[in-house]
């Protein structure tokens, strides 16, 4: 990453790798995403602790303050990757995170997650609006080609939202991870449409077909309605 980096030491401002503000709001209503505040980490702590949250991600313990403070320097310095807190409309806190991790300085690629820790707003649609303006994101302003993420096979909520943004499932991890049973986990793979011609010389997989279309679609609907703050 220093490479990407070294083109941006002057500027101090485009090291801290909190991602711009942006926001989206569709059918009456909105999401933004916006940098963590510090103030707001004992309220995260509090929601990321449970294991209602945490089945679905990596996590099996319980947040301390401190644990996500360090949590917040480190992200606020890292260098391969971008994060927002999840605002949305209704609540004057962050519900969550959403990032783009592993920022690749040369291949143009990165991975994406994204955490609603209030259960309050799950199914509203909050999910699918994130992944709108990160989508955009990675592809307008980090020119990323490729982004991939992992979802739990059962976590229909998560598969559901990345494919709406033209993701695709392009892999399973078999058996991986224990939660009370072993279950599976999906690989989604977002490919660039504009950029997938490039990516397959050898002619594009007719697999990609409907993914790419949804990853337009996404990319057009972002533009019309992202506003950065
Ligand atoms: C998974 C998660 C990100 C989904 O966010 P969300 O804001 O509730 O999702 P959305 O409201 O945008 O819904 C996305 C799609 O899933 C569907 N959906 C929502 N809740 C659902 C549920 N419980 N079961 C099945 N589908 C569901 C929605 O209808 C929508 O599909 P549609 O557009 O075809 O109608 C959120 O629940 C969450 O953060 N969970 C805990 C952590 C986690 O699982 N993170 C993801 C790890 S990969």
Redesign the pocket.
């Known amino acids: 990453m220093e490479v990407f980096l070294d083109q941006n030491k002057n500027s101090k401002k485009e090291t801290k790798m909190f991602g711009n503000p942006m926001r989206i709001e569709m059918d009456g209503f909105g999401v933004t995403l916006r940098p963590h505040k510090k103030e707001e980490l004992e309220k995260l702590a509090e929601l990321y602790s449970s294991m209602?949250?945490?089945?679905?991600?990596q996590g099996t313990g319980a947040m301390t303050l401190e644990q996500e403070i360090e949590w917040w320097k480190h992200e606020s310095e890292a260098k391969d990757s971008v994060i927002w807190a999840i605002v949305p409309d209704g609540s004057d806190t962050a519900v969550?995170s959403t990032g783009l991790h592993k920022i690749h300085p040369l291949w143009g690629s990165c991975t994406s997650?994204?955490?609603?820790?209030d259960?309050k707003?799950?199914?509203?649609?909050?999910?699918?609006?994130?992944?709108l303006m990160r989508t955009f994101y990675a592809a307008e302003v980090l020119n990323r080609m490729t982004i991939q993420?992992?979802?739990?096979v059962e976590?229909?909520?998560?598969?559901?939202?990345?494919l709406?943004v033209g993701y695709r499932v392009s892999g399973k991890y078999d058996r991986d991870v224990f939660r009370q049973r072993y279950i599976d986990t999906y690989v989604l793979s977002w490919v660039h449409p504009g950029r997938a011609a490039s990516l397959y010389p050898e002619g594009v997989p007719e697999e990609l077909n409907v993914s790419l279309k949804l990853a337009w679609d996404a990319l057009e609907v972002a533009s019309d309605n992202v506003k950065y703050l």
């Open positions: 209602n949250i945490q089945w679905y991600i969550g997650g994204i955490v609603i820790a259960r707003y799950w199914g509203k649609g909050v999910a699918y609006r994130a992944h993420s992992k979802a739990r976590n229909e909520a998560s598969v559901k939202a990345l709406k």
